[in-house]
């Protein structure tokens, strides 16, 4: 769907689809491939308490069936407004049905270890980085992060909406992100931004690391095998369910910022009903299953990828 954004009446962008002359039957309707596209207009607004329940439920598509205490997280973002955005249809299309729902979120939060959902998602992270980071350094880093015993600050990037939501919602959701940063002095200027990213990964992976260990006479160690999945992991097609994220492992972008930087994933597919729509999906006889990317960004990558981001105007990241 092709989608403009254009300025609204205030630093938070409108995002207007492609023809507003349609009848109220064709709002939404399935493509050849199946997915089901939505035709409204859409405005960000700050958070507000009415808005709890649909962030929880973005939240929620994050933190799949952990402890994290995604609650008390909504309410600390809401308490943070007019700091980050929330996505609603425009006032010409709300009715009874989609008065509260909540499209998307993008907001950035301190994590620190002083709250209960702070301390759940540092729990999760080393927890999921203990069993599948691809090097003990990310495991280690994470733990001096979580002890918040020195001068570095760590937030965490919420970016999240619904599955094939128009990506142009990217560029002015990240401009309103941006200009919120700037507005804000120093206290959402942090020196290591996290971010968990839903990623679907080919399953060429599997077959890669079958043909690296059976091949072998020798039996790897637990920690050669850890490795191999990871590498295999990592050489393997990946769709990202927000494409603008891709940005990060460019080669365009990993040169310009001076290489690479700190991730891992996790599987989440155990964790997803069959028959949702983040469960696994088949593009071109490839199965790709379900997993959270664990990005650990410094300052200065983060600022790039925000302006990056916010002055791309497809959903291809370009850099031109």
């Not at 933190?63 to 929330?86: E, H, K, W, Y």
């Not at 050489?235 to 990202?240: E, K, P």
Request: aromatic share 10%; hydrophobic share 35%; net charge negative.
């Amino acid at each position: 769907m092709d989608t403009n954004c254009k300025e609204h009446d205030s630093p938070l962008a409108r995002l207007e689809g492609e023809d507003t002359e349609e009848s109220e039957d064709d709002l939404m309707r399935d493509d050849v491939d199946g997915v089901e596209q939505v035709f409204f207009d859409f405005e960000a607004f700050p958070l507000n308490d009415s808005d709890k329940t649909g962030i929880v439920d973005m939240l929620t598509q994050i933190f799949l069936r952990t402890d994290v205490d995604v609650n008390d997280m909504a309410s600390a973002l809401i308490r943070q407004s007019p700091f980050g955005c929330i996505f609603r249809p425009a006032d010409d299309y709300i009715d009874e049905d989609n008065e509260n729902i909540v499209f998307g979120v993008v907001s950035l939060i301190e994590l620190g270890n002083t709250k209960k959902f702070e301390s759940d998602i540092w729990n999760l992270l080393k927890a999921r980085a203990a069993k599948y980071a691809p090097n003990e350094n990310i495991i280690s880093r994470l733990e001096k992060l979580s002890s918040c015993s020195g001068d570095t600050r760590v937030g965490l990037l919420i970016n999240e909406r619904m599955l094939h939501f128009p990506s142009s919602i990217a560029a002015p959701a990240f401009d309103s992100l941006k200009s919120d940063i700037a507005a804000s002095g120093t206290r959402y200027r942090f020196d290591v931004v996290i971010t968990i990213q839903k990623i679907r990964i080919a399953d060429v992976a599997k077959q890669q690391l079958g043909r690296d260990t059976g091949g072998s006479k020798k039996k790897k160690g637990k920690a050669a095998k850890k490795r191999a999945a990871a590498a295999a992991l990592n050489n393997a097609d990946v769709i990202f369910d927000n494409p603008e994220e891709e940005i990060l492992y460019s080669a365009d972008f990993v040169e310009s910022d001076g290489g690479g930087f700190d991730y891992f994933q996790y599987p989440v597919q155990s964790d997803v009903e069959k028959e949702s729509k983040f469960n696994s999906t088949v593009v071109g006889g490839i199965t790709y299953r379900p997993y959270r990317r664990v990005c650990l960004m410094d300052a200065n990558r983060f600022s790039r990828f925000i302006d990056i981001t916010s002055n791309q105007n497809s959903s291809k990241g370009s850099f031109e």
